[in-house]
C-alpha cells in the first residue's frame, strides 16, 4: 500500500514535471477559497465536524471540468481554511450517482453501525438513477446512507438503500439531517419540488413524514433544493431558520439561497412573516449548508458559482470553488429576524501585511497608494459614521474593472461586474448585480475578502451580503475609491497568504 502510494506520487511528480505545471497556481485560481485540485465541483455536501476536523464532502465529477456523474469528494481541515484533498469518498452505483446530503455524528450509535465503541459517521445523500430519469420515470431519486468506522475515511453503503423512496415526485433530494434532542430522533429536510418535507428517524434508516412547508412562501422562481433547518439564539431565545436554495429565481438571476425564520417544533416549521429573505444576494453563492456537530457556533459554506454558467467559466483544469465559511448570526430589525453572515475569524491567520487608516475623505482616493500595487487576495474593512454614495474598484491596466459600491438613491448596495474582463462565456454574466440594505443604522460597515477570481461583501455586520466571481485578462492591481462626501472612519487592509502554501 506505502510502496504503491509513493510510485503514484512519483508518478503525479513525473508527470508534473514534464508538463511544468504547477497546480493551485493557474490563472484564475482561488488561493483562500478550497477548490478541487482537478475537474469539476458543485454543492458543499456532507459537512461535519469531528475530533478537532472539518469534514468537507463535495460534488465531484472526477472525470471532467464539467458535471458529469456525481460522486462525494471529500476534504478535511482543522482550522475551516488550510484544506487537504482526501480520495473521493462515495461513488455511483446501481442505484444511481450520489446527489448532494448530510453526514452526522451517531454517537449513541442510534443506527446499530457502530462496532468495537467505534462512533459512526452517517451519510445520508440522495441517489439520482439516470436509467430512471431517460425514461421520463418520476421516482429516480431516493434516499441512501453509507457509514464510516474510520472517521470518514472509508465507507460502507447500507445494504437496504434505499432508506426513503420517492412517493412520484421528480424533485425529491438533498436530505439535511441534525439530532432533535428534546424527542431523541434525528430530522431530515428534504427538497421536493416546491417545498421541504420533514421527516423523522429513531434509527436513520425508517423516516416517517411529518410535514410540509413552503407551497406558499418565498420565491417560487424555480425548483427548490438544498435545504437546512438550523436552531440559532438571539438573546437565549432559541429562533429556526430554514435554508432553502432555489434555480433559477435568484435576486439576481439563476441559482441563489433564500431563508425563512420561525419556529420548529420537531414536526412543524412555523414561519413568523411571508418575506423573501437572501442569505446572499449575489449570483455567486449557491446550495450552502451548516457544519453538524459544531454545538452554538453555526458555520456555513456554499458553492460560489451559478447554474448559468458554472460549466463555462474560463478556468482549466479544475471548476469552482467554495465561498469562506461564513458564521451565521441574527439581528432584529423592526420586528423582524434577519440572518447575518460573516467571514469566520479563523481567516485573520492569513494576514501577512497590515495598513490601517483613519478619517478618510475617499473622494478618487487610490488605496494602492499606501498599500502597494494590489496583489490579491486580499482583505478590507472599514467603517463610516454616515453612509452615503462610494464605490470601490479593482482594475487593471487594461481597464477592466470590478466595481462594488453602494447607491443612496436606491438604498442597494452593487457589485458590477459588466467591465471585468472575460464576460462573453455566457451571455448575462457581464452584469451590475443589487442587494437591499437591510440595516437602518445610520453607521454603516464591510468587509470584502477578495480573491484571484471572486469577491465577497459583507455590508453592515454580514445583514447584506454579495458573491460574485471575475475573470480579468491580467490580474487586477488597483483600489480605488470613489466618493463625493462618504468619509471613512477606519480602515484595515490585509494581504492574505495562500492556503496553498504559495503566495
Ligand atoms: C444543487 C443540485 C442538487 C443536486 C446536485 C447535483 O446544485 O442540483 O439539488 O443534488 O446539485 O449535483
Known sequence: MKFLFTFFLLAGFATAQKTGHQFYKEPYRPQIHFSPKEKWMNDPNGMVFYKGIYHLFFQYYPDSTVWGPMHWGHATSKDLIHWQQQPIALYPDSLGYIFSGSAVIDKNNTSGFGKNGKTPFIAIFTQHDPKGEKEGRNDYQNQSIAYSLDEGKTWFKYDRNPVLKNPGIKDFRDPKVHWYPEDKKWIMALATLNRITFYSSKDLKTWTKESEFGQQNGAHGGVWECPDIVPLKYNGKTIWVLVVSINPGGPNGGSATQ????????????????????????????????????????????????????????????????????????????????????????LNDLNISNVNLQNLQVNNFDLTSKTGKLSLPVSLKFSSEKIDDFSISLSNADNEKVVIGYDKA??????????????????????????????????????????????????????????????????????????????????????????????
Do not use: C
Request: glycine content about 6%; charged content about 25%.
Open 259 to 346: 431563508y425563512f425564520t420561525g419556529t420548529f417544533n420537531g414536526k412543524t416549521f412555523t414561519p413568523f412573516d411571508n418575506d423573501t429573505k437572501w442569505i446572499d444576494y449575489g449570483p455567486d453563492d449557491y446550495a450552502g449548508v451548516t457544519w453538524s456537530n459544531t454545538g452554538d457556533r453555526k458555520i456555513f459554506l456554499g458553492w460560489m458559482s451559478n447554474w448559468q454558467y458554472a460549466t463555462v467559466v474560463p478556468t482549466k483544469i479544475w471548476r469552482s470553488a467554495m465561498t469562506v465559511p461564513r458564521n451565521l448570526g441574527l439581528e432584529k430589525i423592526k420586528g423582524k429576524y434577519y440572518v447575518t453572515s460573516q467571514p469566520v475569524n479563523e
Open 410 to 503: 436606491t438604498n442597494n448596495y452593487y457589485i458590477d461586474r459588466t467591465s471585468s474582463g472575460k464576460t462573453d462565456f455566457k451571455k448575462n454574466f457581464a452584469a451590475r448585480v443589487v442587494a437591499p440594505r437591510i440595516s437602518n443604522s445610520p453607521n454603516m460597515d464591510m468587509i470584502l475578502i477578495i480573491d484571484k477570481s471572486s469577491v465577497e461583501m459583507f455590508a453592515d455586520k454580514g445583514l447584506t451580503n454579495m458573491t460574485a466571481i471575475f475573470f480579468p485578462n491580467e490580474p487586477y492591481s488597483r483600489i480605488v475609491f470613489h466618493s463625493e462626501h462618504f468619509k471613512i472612519k477606519d480602515l484595515q487592509y490585509h494581504e492574505l497568504k495562500s492556503i496553498w502554501n504559495q503566495k
